[in-house]
């Protein structure tokens, strides 16, 4: 199928972020596609053979990516939030049945079908905020049986909805209960049964591990990343949220997609990042949900160029929040990015980040993944929260549903 889309007002992001042509709005546009890619952009394009659409000079920039979310989970943990705001301390939650493991064991007794159930609804909500690409992690089952169902579950969203769905394996997220004082033998269940599986039933895209001193030490990172790479699958790392433990400079010199949360980075992180080209994606969200205080180092990071990316680490525990463009206008008003920043931050360096070259532009040999907007600037999207300017979202060059 042939397409060229007028009448569009487009924001193309075709260039490096130093560079303003690829944020400003280029007036009385043509996009032309075939097949779901992208051919041409421009003025006056030769429209033979073409069916014609008009986007009625309208804003279009490429389709939001929300490049980090824990969809697929099952269970509630208001009560918690509810808990801590009285004054109880989180240790005393998590011994009473609460954090991570409550929705662990809530996930676990969930079947496929419900989880696929519970998820739809979140993913619809990003969805209606212009998203057109989510990764999905596991990290709530914590067991091969039940993290491959987690997987299963966000596969089966690709096929349910008019979405783009990569998953990433977050086997090694926290310790299960049954390997209590067994970090170790537990890293051993994730490299040697759990990567192996998923891999077989290309269930995952890449594999991640919560570094933290409540998580996962670099070294058994590392194990676990040499054990992704092994089976051909990419790699990313949950580090330097809480304290630093020099996780995101050992993922990317091991060649991580990207570094996420990353509040805690050094200088010498940050030259890592730069060298090795490697994605730093923030997550304020989290931050915010949390009250954290330690900011990301975003001055060092745009002094070396680092490529920055925004998620909305949509979770249970720490990041509830299913919209990208709040995300952004967090961006902003905690982190201090601009409104370009946050732009790219959602679709270029996203894309970036899940190793989607085809994805994140508006330019020829991309996807024609884009969202269309009732809007007359690109800053408005972090500018703006919860007036829902979306018009239309496009994958491939089809239009997609968002309900």
């Known amino acids: 199928m042939k397409r060229i889309f007028t009448d569009c007002r487009v924001v193309t992001l075709d260039t490096d972020i130093s560079q303003p042509d690829g944020y400003q709005v280029r007036e009385n546009q043509m996009i032309a596609t075939e097949n779901g890619v992208i051919t041409a ?8 053979g073409h069916n014609l659409v008009s986007l009625q000079n309208k804003l279009v920039t490429p389709g939001l990516i929300d490049a980090h979310t824990h969809l697929v989970f099952a269970g509630d943990r208001s009560g918690e939030f509810e808990q801590r ?11 009473n049945g609460g954090g991570i493991l409550s929705t662990v064991n809530a996930t676990r007794n969930a079947s496929l079908e419900e989880l696929v159930k519970l998820a739809i609804p979140r993913a619809k909500a990003l969805m209606r905020d212009g998203v057109t690409t989510i990764e999905i992690k596991s990290g709530y089952g914590l067991s091969v ?19 783009n769905v990569t998953t990433t394996l977050l086997g090694a997220h926290a310790l299960p209960p049954e390997f209590k004082n067994d970090s170790n033998g537990y890293i051993e269940l994730v490299c040697n049964e759990m990567i192996p599986a998923a891999a077989q039933e290309g269930l995952a895209d890449a594999v991640d591990v919560f570094c933290e001193g409540i998580g996962f030490s670099p070294d058994q990172m590392m194990t676990v990343f040499e054990a992704a790479q092994r089976h051909g699958l990419h790699i990313k790392g949950h580090t330097e949220q809480l304290s630093n433990l020099g996780g995101s400079a050992l993922a ?38 949390l ?26 525990g720490t990041s509830p929040f299913a919209s990208l463009t709040l995300m952004m206008n967090m961006a902003s008003t905690l982190f201090g990015l601009t409104p370009q920043e946050n732009l790219y931050g959602v679709t270029r360096h996203a894309a970036q980040a899940l190793g989607m070259g085809n994805k994140g532009q508006i330019a020829a040999g991309f996807d024609a993944d884009f969202a269309v907007w009732d809007l007359t600037s690109p800053a408005q999207l972090s500018y703006q929260v919860g007036l829902a300017p979306l018009c239309a979202r496009y994958l491939k060059g089809e239009l997609a549903h968002d309900a």
């Not at 952009?41 to 033979?48: D, F, I, R, S």
């Open 145 to 163: 049986e039940h993290e491959l169902k987690i997987l299963r579950a966000a596969k089966t969203l690709k096929d349910l909805l008019d979405i």
């Open 85 to 95: 705001l009285q004054g109880v301390p989180y240790q005393q939650i998590a011994l």
């Open 41 to 48: 952009v421009g003025e006056n394009l030769p429209t033979a």
């Open 252 to 289: 990317a010199k091991m060649g991580a997609l990207s570094v996420d949360h990353i509040e805690y980075l050094t200088d010498e992180d940050v030259e890592a990042l730069a060298e090795n080209g490697t994605v730093a994606t923030l997550l304020p969200g989290a931050f915010y949900f």
């Open 291 to 316: 009250r954290e205080t330690q900011q990301p180092p975003v001055g060092q990071l745009r002094q070396h160029r680092v490529p920055m990316a925004i998620a909305t680490d949509f979770n249970p």
